[in-house]
């Protein structure tokens, strides 16, 4: 019986490309060899292409497959790990959908809200238990008065693309005259910034997946990081510290588990996912973020919670991809 052959898709447009491939080389050293025929695809604006045995040979889009040695190979499956745009957006999602190629992550609808973190977690914010922060959209080309914004948002507060992730381009302003440079950064990674008032607590995160129809909420992880917040540096140089799982309260860890598990579903999310939050002194989460392609590399958060669990993640990645691949599967 033939393999299933599976994309592990990864690149993308956005500035978050060289992570990408970073989630990407993990994910290819759990995926099972024994059970499913794997190759890595890099998306880039001019090309896309799969890596075989040292060769960059060019995707067909028509088909999503590629042509090796006389063999026309077709995909089965996609795993995206793109973080960014395309993959993370709805937009490829939307054309594995054209051409009936399953894939792990939620439809166009679900990436398309989640990739906008402003839409999303005001659409969030309209359902029962979630909080987020204060925050302002702000558009190319919009005139802009500083001094609202941090008469509105207070200072500190952050600026942000707002479709963007990896804390890339992400700023936290202190004074009012850092505001606009950090805004001109922003803008240099998306059309539109966000801007989120500070919020202060104990940041964490608490992974999730479906399996036969039940949301499981992995261990919550707590993040600890001397920098001024959890910055690209802090994210993949090591300058941080992550305690999986938390040191908070079991009933504190069970009420973000199962508010990451109603998270899961109003979003319609597939796969794995990762939510964000900030424990605030009150002792109640407050919303951060929702990703929907979170980080692979063997130090990421989920792999971590995934081990604290007492899982293996080659084999939970492989209950992923078989749901995926079901005929009667309702993931898409």
């Known amino acids: 019986m033939n393999k299933p052959i599976i994309a592990v898709v990864a690149g993308g447009y956005s500035g978050e490309y060289v992570v990408s491939l970073r989630s990407a080389q993990g994910l290819m050293s759990w995926i099972d060899r024994e059970l499913f025929e794997v190759y890595t695809v890099i998306l880039e604006r001019e090309r896309w292409y799969a890596l075989v045995e040292g060769e960059s040979l060019p995707i067909d889009r028509a088909t999503f497959g590629f042509s090796h040695e006389g063999r026309s190979i077709r995909f089965d499956y996609a795993y995206i790990t793109i973080h960014g745009t395309p993959g993370e957006n709805g937009l490829l999602q939307g054309y594995l959908d054209l051409i009936g190629i399953p894939y792990n992550t939620g439809g166009v609808l679900c990436e398309a809200l989640t990739f906008n973190k402003f839409v999303c977690n005001r659409y969030l914010d309209s359902l029962p238990g979630v909080r987020i922060a204060r925050a302002r959209r702000l558009h190319r ?83 600890v990081t001397d920098n001024a917040f959890f910055d690209y540096d802090a994210k993949y140089n090591g300058q941080v510290e992550e305690i999986t799982p938390a040191r908070i309260s079991s009933e504190l860890t069970e009420h973000i588990q199962q508010l990451t598990r109603q998270i899961y579903r109003y979003t319609d999310a597939r796969g794995i996912i990762r939510v964000d939050y900030i424990i605030e002194a009150d002792g109640l989460p407050t919303l951060l973020e929702v990703n929907t392609t979170p980080g692979m590399t063997p130090t990421s958060f989920i792999p971590q919670q995934v081990s604290a669990a007492g899982l293996e993640i080659g084999q939970l990645l492989t209950q992923i991809i078989r749901q995926g691949l079901a005929p009667t599967s309702s993931t898409h």
Do not use: H, Q
């Open 141 to 223: 080309g919009m005139s802009i008065e500083p001094c609202e914004l941090t008469k509105e948002l207070g200072l500190p507060l952050f600026v942000k693309p707002n479709v963007g992730g990896s804390s890339v381009a992400t700023s936290r302003v202190n004074a009012l005259e850092e505001l606009w440079p950090a805004i001109e950064r922003a803008l240099e990674e998306s059309d539109d910034v966000l801007l989120e008032s500070f919020i202060d607590g104990t940041e964490v995160t608490c992974g999730c997946y479906m399996l036969e129809g039940e949301a499981i909420a992995l261990p919550v992880t707590e993040v």
